[in-house]
């Protein structure tokens, strides 16, 4: 499970600056744009072969110091709730203010790592003074960087990397089923988890997360353990209000990296929206077994064409994973909530099926035989080999005689081909393209 990282900071204290430079391209974050890609606050960054999830908390542009000091503790309280270690960032050029000292006492009082990073140190020993004077802050010893001219990040890094926890040999042998249960707020998510842990006593025990102050709880069910990850503020009343679309999309990347099966609930009488996609993707791209639960089916008004209907204008909003099993249930009656277990227990063993490499060639030569592959300028695509070399996601690598001739579609067309005839119902499949000379070519 990769740790969680997340940035705190005023307005143009060089938050982006820094998110952008680690996740190792310019991300645009837009308000209010739908998609699953256009509006990240997330990336996955590699230091030193420590890898983690950095979250940007967002960005603030009020117009008065009242407002950036209520966003900025917004801001705080979704780094709490999500991370396992933060980042606080400041403004050697601005000096130390009463917002970053009121959001610095909250950082303090919630006993999670903290990093204090001092922005915009063109020339150290310009600054020197000015760094020390971030010392009153109380969060031990200030890091002087540059975002934007890439100096002392290195030693940022190092600093939050050394915070991680360290593996438990109990952990790293625990091979019990993470679940996350994930979706937008009010769509029944509470009241599912309770169904399984408090009216059915199921609760086997508690046991701490290992990464943060959450909670996980252990549920038996025919003989078998799994663990529900806690997504922070799911059964408390957070401070935050649950429709802020960065806490939202925050608390999703960090149960979604806890977990190895992500249940998304979609609300059967509203439908799948534009959030539920920005959900999925989260879950999608991180490769996670993901099962799709239309909540509240007890009180939708039913003809013979319901479930067709609502399970097309499910797939056609994502589209990106037709793989995902959807099933119909209501929390409140029990009606078909017994079947998710089932479910999870297919996906935990597509996510762990490995195919022979001589049974996988046979069917991608077959596949190259019945539809040939794209040509460019005279050139055409040679599929060469493919085996998998990883479960959790089922990665495959293909070689190829040129790379830059492997469209997207002919990956989806193999794809596709591969799960006819292998199912891997209800994960994602990673596919690796490398390049393989031919001779004569």
């Known amino acids: 499970m990769k740790p969680v990282v997340a940035v705190v900071g005023r307005p143009n204290v060089g938050k982006s600056s820094l998110f952008n430079y680690l996740a190792g391209e310019r991300i645009a974050i837009v308000k209010d744009e739908p998609g699953i890609t256009r509006d990240r606050i997330y990336a996955d960054v590699d230091w030193n072969g420590r890898l983690f999830t950095l979250i940007d908390t967002g960005g603030i542009e009020p117009d008065s110091?009242?407002?950036?000091?209520?966003?900025?503790?917004?801001?705080?309280?979704?780094?709490?709730?999500?991370?396992?270690?933060?980042?606080?960032?400041?403004?050697?050029?601005?000096?130390?203010?009463?917002s970053d000292d009121?959001?610095?006492?909250?950082?303090?009082?919630?006993?999670?790592?903290?990093?204090?990073?001092?922005?915009?140190?063109?020339s150290f020993k310009k600054y020197e003074a000015d760094i020390y004077e971030f010392y009153n802050l109380g969060l031990g010893d200030p890091i002087p960087v540059s975002a934007d001219q890439r100096t002392g990040v290195g030693d940022l890094l190092d600093e939050?990397?050394?915070?991680?926890?360290?593996?438990?040999?109990?952990?790293?042998?625990?091979?019990?089923?993470?679940?996350?249960?994930?979706?937008?707020?009010?769509?029944?998510?509470?009241?599912?988890?309770?169904?399984?842990?408090?009216?059915d006593r199921l609760i086997v025990s508690d046991i701490a997360g290992t990464t943060r102050d959450a909670v996980d709880t252990v549920v038996k069910r025919n003989g078998r353990e799994y663990i529900f990850v806690d997504t922070a503020g799911l059964r408390r009343k957070n401070k935050i209000k649950e429709e802020l679309e960065t806490y939202m999309v925050a608390r999703t990347v960090s149960a979604v990296e806890r977990a190895d099966i992500v249940v998304l609930v979609i609300d059967g009488t509203e439908g799948v929206a534009e959030q539920d996609a920005k959900i999925a993707g989260i879950a999608h791209d991180r490769g996670?077994?993901?099962?799709?639960?239309?909540?509240?089916?007890?009180?939708?008004?039913?003809?013979?064409?319901?479930?067709?209907k609502m399970s097309r204008e499910i797939?056609?909003?994502?589209?990106?994973?037709?793989?995902?099993?959807?099933?119909?249930?209501?929390?409140?009656?029990?009606?078909?909530?017994?079947?998710?277990?089932?479910?999870?227990?297919?996906?935990?063993?597509?996510?762990?099926?490995?195919?022979?490499?001589?049974?996988?060639?046979?069917?991608?030569?077959?596949?190259?035989?019945?539809?040939?592959?794209?040509?460019?300028?005279?050139?055409?695509?040679?599929?060469?080999?493919?085996?998998?070399?990883?479960?959790?996601?089922?990665?495959?690598?293909?070689?190829?005689?040129?790379?830059?001739?492997?469209?997207?579609?002919?990956?989806?067309?193999?794809?596709?081909?591969?799960?006819?005839?292998?199912?891997f119902q209800g994960t994602p499949i990673h596919f690796l393209i490398r390049e393989r000379k031919t001779e004569g070519k």
């Open 160 to 199: 939050v990397v050394a915070c991680f926890p360290a593996k438990s040999a109990d952990e790293e042998e625990d091979d019990r089923p993470r679940i996350a249960i994930v979706g937008r707020p009010n769509v029944g998510k509470s009241s599912l988890i309770n169904r399984y842990l408090g009216k």
């Open 315 to 423: 797939m056609q909003t994502l589209s990106f994973m037709p793989y995902a099993e959807i099933l119909f249930i209501s929390a409140k009656t029990g009606q078909r909530t017994e079947k998710l277990f089932e479910s999870i227990d297919t996906v935990i063993a597509n996510q762990n099926l490995r195919i022979q490499t001589g049974v996988l060639n046979e069917i991608v030569s077959e596949a190259v035989m019945l539809q040939q592959p794209p040509s460019d300028k005279g050139r055409r695509l040679r599929v060469l080999y493919a085996t998998q070399v990883a479960v959790k996601p089922p990665t495959i690598v293909i070689f190829v005689n040129n790379a830059k001739l492997m469209h997207y579609s002919y990956t989806r067309y193999l794809e596709n081909r591969i799960r006819d005839a292998f199912g």
């Open 65 to 98: 110091k009242d407002v950036i000091l209520s966003k900025m503790r917004e801001q705080a309280q979704i780094a709490i709730d999500t991370a396992d270690v933060i980042i606080f960032m400041t403004d050697v050029q601005m000096g130390l203010t009463d």
């Open 102 to 122: 009121k959001v610095a006492d909250m950082l303090r009082k919630s006993r999670k790592k903290i990093v204090l990073a001092v922005n915009k140190v063109d």
């Open 288 to 308: 996670k077994g993901i099962i799709i639960a239309v909540n509240k089916w007890d009180a939708v008004k039913k003809d013979d064409k319901t479930i067709y």
